[in-house]
């Protein structure tokens, strides 16, 4: 039976950073509730959130198979951008553009008064992007990603080598874009304070991972390890694990990538890392390379991709030890303080997963590597489904998750397509 949740080989690096959290409450019994979320994520906690404010007396319940800020949603980058990515450019849609820009920059600014409402300490700040590119294919997709900004009407700056290196302390690019368009977190901080200061009528149940969901009568019951959770209405909100509990088969597959962190630089090597305090850098090429300034001094690098398992983490430790030595070489030797993997939720065509499935059966998957702002806008629209509430038509807006065919057709086509945008972009990773 395939795995519903992921088993990790490493702890999180991010969250690795932060003190040990108090222990919480797991599922041991049968219990029953109004409402079951699977998955403490950003979605999850924004669609319990949204919940009881319109059911205020309803008694939510959270299923989550980890803690918070050790599972996926703490493993990411950390970037939280108020515009659409790339898989939503498009140019010739400047009207469906703008109002996707529009809820993605509301879902920000809801996520900004969340952490300053609660002092949130995740280190959350204003500090745009930077997108760049090494090679032909990564300038190419620069100058498409420049299409979209000025058809949107977005402000930007151009950067040539010179200039980004001034910048960020490297000449490996040989041009780039600043964007402002974007905050910065430490993201296991981030998901931690968000799961610590949920409203009091929401059970946050960690070490609880959904095995599957079945229809009992009018009730759905989700078994756990340790007890059944019986709920008038279910929100599936773990992303690419999803699937593996009968929802969205044919439609969202688990890629895992993964990132590294170096221990605080010092002296010299920080001197030569630019003007830049903390920063953050998209690579213009979707396989390409993510690279972070932390606020305290690290650097960050996030790379390599798989089908539906995790690498082994020693051979990805040396893959990106070797990207970020090419970006900053005058790093020398070195090793990295944390390496870790993170699943995401990817369709064929870039779009969600998300709407009414059947009876009181709601899903938001496939969040295609945007999962923090995206995922907070798409989870509290859920909500405002279920509850018979106006919601824009997000289908139309995003797109709807297209088919892919079962395996082992889609793991060929994985892996032949992904082979060959690594081919071409080679010079971005």
Known sequence: MKLTYPIYKNDCGWNALLPESPPGQSVSDDITCDVAIIGAGYTGLAAARRWVEHSPGDRVAILDSSDPGEGSPGRNSGFLLEISLANDADPTAVDRMR???????????????????????????????????????GLAALEAYVAFLDAAE????????????????????????????????????????MAANLPRSIALYQRSPALGIRRVGDTWQVKTPHGDVAARTVIVANNAFAKNLGVGRSRVAAIYTYAALTAPLTGNHLRR?????????????????????????????????????EADNDTVASILTDALRRRFPFL?????????????GLTLNGAPLWGNIDDNLYVSAGCNGGGVVK??????????????????????????ASWMPPDPLRRIGFELISGLERRRGKAEI
């Not at 949130?120 to 997108?131: D, M």
């Not at 905050?183 to 931690?192: E, V």
């Not at 020398?332 to 995401?344: D, L, P």
């Open 154 to 193: 977005l402000p930007y700056e151009k950067l040539a080598r010179a200039e980004l290196q001034q910048r960020i302390g490297t000449d490996f690019y040989h041009a780039g874009l600043y964007s402002p368009h974007c905050y910065l977190a430490q993201p296991a901080a981030l998901i931690r304070g």
């Open 99 to 137: 109002a996707c820009n529009k809820m993605i920059a509301a879902a920000m600014a809801d996520i900004v008064e969340l952490v300053n409402r609660f002092d949130i300490q995740c280190n959350l700040a204003r500090s745009g992007t930077y997108r760049a590119a090494a090679g032909e294919e």
């Open 332 to 344: 020398g030797e070195f090793s990295f303080a944390q390496v870790w993997g993170g699943a995401t």
């Open 375 to 400: 995922g907070t806008l798409f989870g509290a629209a859920l909500s405002d489904l279920a509850h018979s509430k106006p919601v824009p038509d997000l289908q139309k807006l995003f797109g709807r």
């Open 273 to 309: 890392l630019g003007s830049d305090q903390a920063w953050g850098l998209l690579p213009a090429h979707r396989l390409g390379s993510t690279l972070r300034r932390t606020a305290d001094g690290r650097l960050l690098i996030r790379s390599c991709y798989d089908y539906e398992s």
